[in-house]
């Protein structure tokens, strides 16, 4: 999937993204700061197609070149390198010498990648959502996942789940599992089997029926067995964000020994339709979707959900969604059930739906840190899971 994006100049970008990466990231921000005071070295990320010309594609490309060894004196203030030393001037002058050094190699991730951050944490409310919406129903699912990348979440039913009482207020300050409380009984074994999640409330029921089907649609889909492949997931993943990292190399793992995922490539309003129609009819569809909405204008978020709507007059169909600021009209129905969001980090909202004939029934079911660090699932009573209007 490409975001869509106004023509910004690329300074503008950075300026923007500095704050953006503030709250986890201060060598990021410290970066993006500078980029937006270097209008010649931020020049290089015209390089990159409009859609994806974005802070965090330049990022991922010298991301990419320190995570493999090219950029050893840079290396020394990336955490997910080994690296130890806070932000400061060197760290910039560092980030620019690495441009300069390696700038064919930069250019080439910009022309032909794109920012595919593929978030495992994320299947924590997914698969609160899931449970939800089945209500201890055991008809199988076929889940059909919209901007997939390589497929990652669609193994959520084999993730372990550690859930964490956290305090309503001290949500925005977890940065990494270490921040959460510790368990004194907490389970042994391997990252992949103990994702830690601080759960603002009571913890949410996370039995599923079983996944009888997982398919992800994606314009440019990844392959777990590509070395390459997953050596740019690696680098879209944030210098001090190395719990996410032991995560993703988890699941990475994970998803090798399993080949079941079936991705699907193309544009997804081409392809949603004629993928749905080719599953079973004993089977609930249920199409997923996080962090893509930013990816689509406004016209192609309206024709994604007027294709949700027609799909659910050829059977039941179920949405389970994740998105920030794009899930119109969930963000007023959220607003008017669970009030504000964290100061901090508002998070994604956690949407459902229901499509079935001429009916639809939508629930705003709670909020999420973007990377699953927090959960507060608050869902409403199925009894009153009506329909919203002007969707």
Same mark, same amino acid.
């Given at each position: ?25 201060? =060598? ?8 937006? =005071? ?25 991301? +990419?070149?320190?995570? =493999? ?97 956290? +305090? ?27 994702? =830690? ?195």
């Amino acid at each position: 999937m490409h975001p869509t994006q106004d023509d910004t100049p690329v300074t503008g970008r950075f300026a923007t993204f500095a704050t953006e990466a503030a709250p986890t990231s201060p =060598r990021y921000e410290a970066i993006a700061e500078a980029m937006a =005071r270097e209008p010649d070295a931020a020049a290089i990320l015209a390089h990159a197609p409009l859609p994806q010309r974005r802070a965090t594609l330049l990022f991922a490309a010298v991301h +990419d070149l320190v995570l =493999r060894g090219r950029a050893p004196r840079l290396a020394a203030w990336y955490p997910t390198a080994g690296g130890a030393v806070e932000p400061d001037d060197g760290l910039v002058a560092a980030f620019l010498d690495v441009l300069a050094d390696h700038r064919d190699a930069i250019v080439a991730r910009l022309e032909h990648r794109a920012t595919q951050t593929n978030e495992p944490g994320r299947t924590v409310a997914m698969r609160a959502g899931l449970a939800w919406l089945a209500a201890g129903g055991d008809r199988p699912l076929a889940l059909v996942e919209v901007g997939t990348s390589a497929g990652l979440l669609l193994h959520l039913d084999r993730y372990r789940h550690e859930l964490v009482p956290v +305090d309503p207020e001290a949500r925005c300050e977890l940065r990494s599992d270490d921040d959460l409380p510790a368990v004194a009984d907490a389970a042994e074994g391997s990252a992949v089997q103990r994702w =830690r999640t601080g759960v603002v409330g009571q913890a949410p029921p996370m039995v599923l029926p079983p996944v009888a089907r997982r398919i992800g649609i994606d314009a440019a889909p990844l392959d777990v067995a590509d070395a390459d492949d997953r050596a740019w997931l690696r680098a879209c993943v944030w210098p001090e964000h190395t719990d996410r990292l032991a995560r993703l190399d988890a699941a990475l793992a994970l998803a090798t020994e399993h080949d079941d995922v079936e991705l699907v490539t193309g544009d997804l309003q081409h392809r949603l339709a004629p993928t749905v129609a080719a599953i079973a009819p004993e089977m609930q569809v249920v199409v997923l979707h996080s962090a893509t909405l930013a990816y689509l204008s406004p016209p192609q978020r309206a024709a994604f959900e007027s294709t949700l709507e027609q799909l659910g007059r050829d059977r039941p169909v179920w949405r389970l969604g994740l998105e920030g600021h794009f899930l119109t009209p969930f963000d007023r129905l959220a607003r008017e059930r669970l009030g504000p969001p964290p100061n901090d980090e508002p998070g994604f909202l956690i949407a459902a739906s229901r499509f079935d004939g001429d009916r639809r029934d939508d629930a705003v079911l709670g909020r999420l840190q973007s990377h699953g660090r927090w959960l507060a699932f608050d869902p409403p009573s199925r009894a009153t899971f009506g329909p919203v209007d002007d969707v």
